[in-house]
């Protein structure tokens, strides 16, 4: 019997409780809710607990079992093709821990926060199934060992996407974004599923150890040209493919435009997408296979491989790119999906000058503050729509306060305004996790991680004058700026002020003591707690003060994560001045942001002042950005009508129904009228010729006409019959006539069967 | 050693049998006539099952000659002085396929219970098409295999002409049958040469397998032998093209592949069924058993350059699934496009990408024989295929609704299903071909192009989860037409369990794929080592 309590093992049953779950909720419990929650939460409960165990013991707090420089796990042949075996297997390394930490928790916060959330959906049993399925598969990527499993992981999420996305297809725009984001991301994975083949031929493995503690062997790949796309190295190609499947999966520029869609799924499936698994997924593929990715190249002085400098490009200018949007967005969620996709942006940036720790870093804290903004936000939607409700029922009719005809949209800002002292929990939930996302100076948890990017970038851009660090570093500060200032701006439109409509007056949660509020706002305080301290797990050891605090021995957190790779990345003195560019982007975007939405908050109707302000520069800035600069109009021009052109005209109607069957039809009409010739000289010229031989053309013409009767099985029949009494009396012959002789009367034959065939077709048609 | 009891005859001629017994029936003894049916079918499939885990993969690993590649032999003389023997025999390629045989047949019979018209015929042609494909995949003489393979392909016309689509039926069975015989016939006459050739060579004139892979296999074979008046040409280089696309053209390999979609739209569903899943691998199986192993020289020379052609119909076929009205042409063209991977895993002439194939075969014939019979229940009911008229069927048929979306999983790759399990292998078999296998034109050579065809085709895996949403959101998803669709109501239970069997591969290979893959692994080894080796 295999010894589960082992830390070896353990980490295979992580997985399994969701996964488990997951089947029981589709077949069993489907009819119940109290069940269906029940199983959901305990599944999700006991894989926390392994997780935290595994935790613990990885870093030797409880159980004295540190991980130092080795890892925990075991293997398990899946498919044997003989000389390549696939293995699979699972691994706790330190970097597995530091997501074991994050992961976990996020989707246990978000489990229960969805009891409340789906409390009244009457789909809310199979939502539980998809969400199990969805967090089963999320932790197995995790503690995969290779990229094969992590890669099931993967997929497996992707589908739950679609179906969760699309939880409430029977809105049409619901379906379609599902549909986007799954079509999306699988054209990015099938490039990603590209370079594993592609590094599986090269390598014969695809554990993730293997390669990277197999140096000759990365350098091997580093220097053998790519069997494509001359120019790049192996490693390199293999590289960007599976930067491309990151790009797709973590909604890189520019295949982002799935993401701010998929806000059409209930809200605590954005906060599963965008916080604990899929987005991060892709970011964690990316700091997992960094050592390859890095293969041949040295960022730390100033030598970059392709794959690295795609990242560092894509990156900062998605960081930059997606920012700029979120400015004038006015949808809550949407706001918050545009952060999502820059705040992945600076961590593929970072990874792409080689900060691998700070990306890392980045990835756990920006997973718990953005799982609490969602959250918060799904709490924010829920009062709104509990106060239209309301509202109704006191006979008042709601309209958007800013004088669309649509539908009353609980979801838009503006119709918003004055939430602080209706739903404090929430109030708390958002202001936290905003100050975090902002990156508000030494008290919460994104700026250290965020300090962290920073730090790497100037030390390398501008200290040691590398042009992709100097590049990232000054759109990071931008969109670290602007970052601030429209999550100020959110936080001011959403809670300041005065409601702006009926809706937002009446705004609540149901009271302290329902399930809904319960459950909704438990979590809220669970993460603006841990999104206030998670950052002091790393900081930086000369910090002032807060190095002394906590990090007397060391960063905890770098030195920590930095185990997982064969060396260590340098650790970086303190700089002054990368903490003050953070401390002044912080804080200068959200006193800007305070200035125009906090002090004067928006009245009923009136224009953005934003927009106002831009306006005065060109009308067309403040329309570009709020239309996501047409992004999406552009792909349905350049790809999805050209596809679909592709398919109906070219490769249905004209080559397959014209050509093909075009040219079968002309022989067949060609064979039809040689038939008909036959026919006639048959006729005419034969039947002129004397008695004899008319008598036996006659005779065979009338076995001709009985051929061509139309009648196809028995025309058929014959047709074979014949084939294989000369094929048999021909192979009697065959001991004593020449083999050629046989060859040439046997082809002979096949061609008049052929054409025999050919004609009774055609007869047949002409028949008709 | 395994002569003990003849196991294939048994799952071959069972369905044989039961045909003759149903003609005997009476006109009028329709329920008689399915419950033999379901009882021959069944017994085979047992029987195939039986088979399947009985067979020693450690033993053909170690096979020392020819002979011992293959198991469960039996051999009796039939025309001795032709050297025909009927000779049957699996090995790791057709083990699975006659595995696939039986759940795609006994699946087949249970859908097709409620056919009111002439249920007795219909049900004694079915059986015959099924001796037909068992016998095809056992035979282990060519002479045979040809027999079992034309016999096949009558009744096929039989019951698409009769039980088909009214609109389509005549057309489409005679299409079907004109491509398919015309293909046999060219592959028909390669054999003839070889059988000739190799009598010639070693002076005994003999039909059989181990026979012709002896002479294949010795180190001046002599069918790489010149052809006389064709200066530079040999005997494999000019028939494996013959050979390899004659019998391609019932796995659909394009440009021939139109015969296909018209044949599986025409064809009642358990024909269908059967045509898809397993015929199409009739065509795949033999090119691979008749071409690839008795002419590894020829499949040198030309695979590189029709591995281009199943690119076509890998992409193609995807991109005209997607734009299709009716439901079961969309499926029709799906098997275009997945069969194009299976010949594409041939094509990569290694052990990796073969074996991928091997299991394409598989899963795609499970695969497409549930999306059959989730259409025909679909259309039995609705008595449309137009796509946009459907929808929301998922509340009425939960479980087609279910079954469907498997499928769909399934051919879009997703892993823990049998699709990752097959075309991982296949891609990963293209990348490893890259630096072996060229593409040469004269002086010309082209070195990386597999990994061109591997990255190109991928389109065709994100065209295909395209349609598959499409499908599902249109027909299984979405409104439903309360008033047009009534009478609508759930599947029969003989029906979900049809699903259920077909269902249960899909998703046991998926996550265990070590269940198959040694298997098919051990038998195209031998032959990769053939390709690679030069001999």
């Not at chain 1, 912080?586 to 906090?598: D, N, T």
Request: aromatic share 12%; with cysteine; net charge neutral.
């Amino acid at each position: 019997m295999i010894d589960w309590t082992n830390a070896n093992y353990l980490p295979w049953l992580i997985p399994v409780p969701p996964l488990l779950a997951a089947a029981l909720i589709f077949l069993v419990t489907n009819r119940s809710w109290w069940l269906t929650t029940t199983t959901a939460l305990v599944a999700t409960i006991t894989s926390w607990v392994m997780a935290t165990i595994m935790l613990l013991r990885a870093i030797g707090v409880a159980f004295g079992e540190a991980l130092d420089g080795e890892a925990f796990g075991s293997t398990a042949p899946w498919m044997d093709l003989g000389s390549t075996q696939f293995q699979i297997g699972v691994l706790v390394d330190p970097l597995t821990t530091a997501m074991l930490f994050m992961v976990p928790l996020a989707i246990l916060m978000i489990m229960i926060y969805s009891v409340g959330y789906m409390a009244h959906d009457p789909r809310r049993e199979r939502f539980f199934g998809y969400m199990s399925l969805f967090a089963g598969a999320m932790l197995l990527l995790v503690v995969a060992d290779n990229l094969l499993l992590l890669f099931i992981g993967w997929e497996v999420m992707g589908f739950c996407s679609y179906s969760l996305i699309g939880f409430w297809f029977e809105k049409e725009s619901a379906h379609r974004a599902g549909v986007k984001a799954f079509m999306t991301t699988r054209v990015a994975d099938v490039i990603m599923l590209l370079g594993i083949a592609y590094l599986y031929a090269e390598t014969g493995t695809l554990s993730f150890r293997e390669i990277f503690f197999n140096e000759a062997l990365l350098a091997g790949l580093a220097a053998k040209p790519a069997i494509i796309f001359g120019g790049l190295s192996a490693a390199g190609l293999i590289g960007v493919f599976l930067v491309i499947g990151t790009i797709g999966k973590s909604a890189q520029f520019p295949l982002h435009v799935w993401l701010p869609d998929a806000m059409e799924g209930p809200t605590p499936v954005s906060a599963m997408i965008h916080a604990a698994a899929m987005v991060s997924a892709g970011v964690y593929m990316i700091i997992r296979m960094y050592p390859l990715l890095e293969a041949g190249a040295d960022p730390h002085h100033g030598v970059y491989s392709a794959p690295l400098l795609l990242m560092a490009y894509v990156g900062a200018f998605t960081a930059l790119f997606s920012a700029v949007i979120a400015v004038a967005q006015n949808d809550i969620k949407r706001v918050l999906a545009y952060s999502t996709i820059s705040q992945l942006g600076f961590m593929m940036a970072a990874l792409g000058i080689g900060a691998y720790i700070a990306a890392a870093f980045h990835l756990i804290t920006h997973g718990i503050f953005k799982a609490l903004l969602f959250m918060s936000s799904g709490a924010v939607i829920h009062a709104m729509e509990h106060g239209e409700h309301h509202a109704h029922e006191h006979g008042h009719h709601v309209h958007n306060a800013f004088g669309g005809h649509g539908r009353f949209d609980p979801q838009d800002m503006r119709n918003m305004g004055g939430l602080k002292g209706r739903i404090p929990v929430t109030w708390f939930g958002f202001l936290t996790g905003g100050l975090a996302l902002a990156g508000f100076p030494l008290f919460t948890a994104g700026f250290w991680s965020k300090d962290e990017i920073f730090a790497e970038a100037w030390h390398l851009g501008f200290g040691e004058g590398f042009g992709p660090a100097m590049f990232v570093f000054v759109l990071l500060a931008l969109a670290a700026f602007l970052t601030a200032f429209y999550t100020m701006r959110q936080l001011a439109m959403t809670f300041a002020g005065e409601p702006r409509t009926e809706a937002a007056a009446q705004a609540s949660l149901g009271g302290p003591k329902t399930v809904v509020s319960t459950f909704m706002q438990g979590p809220l305080i669970v993460l603006g707690v841990a999104a206030l301290v998670a950052g002091y797990i790393g900081v930086p050891q000369d910090f002032p003060l807060f190095g002394w605090l906590f990090s007397g021995n060391g960063n905890p957190f770098h030195d920590f994560v930095g185990g997982t790779l064969p060396h260590h990345p340098p650790t970086l003195a303190f700089n002054v001045v990368p903490v003050l560019f953070s401390f002044v982007v912080a804080l200068g975007g959200l006193y800007v942001g305070y200035r125009v939405y906090w002090r004067r908050p928006l009245a009923a109707g009136q224009p953005d002042p934003t927009q106002l302000a831009l306006d005065r520069i060109s009308p067309y800035l403040w329309q570009w950005m709020s239309h996501k600069f047409y992004v999406d109009e552009l792909y349905q021009r350049v790809f999805v009508q050209p596809s679909q052109w592709l398919s109906e005209v070219l490769t249905s109607k004209i080559i397959d129904r014209i050509v093909i069957d075009g040219i079968l039809h002309t022989i067949a009409h060609v064979a039809g009228w040689i038939g008909e010739l036959f026919k006639r000289f048959n006729r005419v010229v034969i039947d002129g010729v004397g008695d004899g031989i008319p008598q036996a053309i006659g005779a065979f013409a009338g076995w001709f006409r009985r051929v061509q009767t139309g009648n196809v099985q028995q025309y058929l029949l014959m047709a074979v019959l014949a084939a294989l009494v000369i094929f048999l009396s021909a192979a009697g012959l065959l001991v004593r006539i020449s083999p050629t002789t046989v060859l040439i009367a046997l082809a002979a034959l096949v061609v008049i069967i052929v054409v025999l065939n050919l004609i009774g077709r055609v007869w047949g048609g002409i028949a008709e | 050693m395994y002569a003990s009891i003849p196991v294939l005859s048994l799952i071959t001629l069972t369905p044989a049998v039961a045909a003759l017994l149903i003609l005997l029936l009476p006109r009028t003894a329709k329920q008689e006539a399915r419950i033999i049916a379901a009882a021959a079918t069944g017994f085979s499939f047992l029987l195939g099952i039986l088979m399947y885990f009985s067979y020693d993969v450690a033993f053909a690993n170690g096979a020392q000659s020819v002979s011992e590649m293959f198991q469960f032999q039996e051999s009796i003389p039939w025309v001795a002085a032709l050297g025909i023997n009927y000779h049957l025999g699996v090995d790791g390629i057709s083990a699975p396929m006659v595995l696939l045989t039986g759940f795609a047949s006994f699946a087949g019979v249970l859908i097709s219970w409620g056919i009111e018209d002439r249920p007795r015929e219909f049900m004694a042609f079915f059986l015959l098409l099924v001796v037909g494909v068992y016998g095809v995949f056992v035979a282990m003489d060519l002479f045979v295999l040809f027999f079992f393979y034309e016999l096949a392909i009558f009744p096929m016309y039989l019951l698409i002409a009769t039980w088909g689509w009214k609109e389509l039926r005549e057309y489409a069975a005679m299409k079907l049958t004109l491509y398919i015989l015309v293909g046999s016939v060219v592959a028909l006459v390669g054999m003839l040469v070889l059988y000739v050739v190799a009598g010639q060579a070693t002076g005994t004139y003999s039909f059989d397998m181990v026979h012709m892979l002896e002479v294949a296999q010795m180190p001046d074979s002599p069918f790489n032998n010149a052809v006389a008046g064709l200066d530079g040409v040999t005997i494999a280089r000019l028939w494996f093209p013959l050979i390899f696309i004659g019998f391609g053209v019932l796995a659909g390999v394009f440009p021939f592949h139109n015969w296909s979609p018209d044949g599986h739209v025409a064809a009642p569903t358990a024909v269908s069924m059967i045509h898809a899943g397993v015929l199409m691998k009739l065509g795949a199986y033999s090119a691979l058993r008749v071409g690839v192993q008795l002419l590894p020289d020829g499949a040198r020379a030309h695979l590189p350059w029709i591995v281009f052609l199943t690119l076509i119909n890998v992409v193609y076929g995807a991109f005209i699934a997607m734009r299709q009205r009716d439901f079961k042409y969309v499926i029709g063209f799906s098997s275009v496009s997945h069969m194009g991977l299976v010949s594409m895993g041939w094509a990569t002439m290694n052990v990796t990408g073969m074996t991928g194939a091997g299991l394409q075969m598989f899963s795609h014939g499970a695969m497409t024989a549930l999306f059959f019979s989730c259409v025909g229940m679909v259309y039995d009911r609705a008595h449309t295929r137009d796509i946009p008229s459907l929808g929301g069927f998922s509340r009425k048929m939960p479980w087609v609704a279910f079954a469907f979306i498997i499928g769909g999983l399934v051919s879009m790759g997703m892993p823990g299903l049998s699709g990752f399990v097959a075309e991982f292998p296949i891609f990963m078999g293209l990348w490893d071909a890259s630096p072996v296998i060229q593409l040469g034109i004269g002086s010309w050579a082209l070195g990386n192009y597999f990994a061109v065809i591997a990255i190109v085709a991928v389109l065709g895996i994100i065209v295909t989860a395209a349609y598959v949403l499409r499908v599902v959101q249109q027909v299984f998803f979405g409104a439903f037409n309360e008033q047009r669709y009534a009478e609508v109501g759930d599947v029969t239970i003989l029906d979900k369990v049809a699903l259920a069997i077909l269902v249960v591969p899909l998703i046991l290979l998926g996550v265990w794929p070590s269940i198959m893959a040694p298997m098919i692994e051990s038998a195209v080894r031998p032959i990769a080592q053939m390709l690679l080796g030069g001999a």
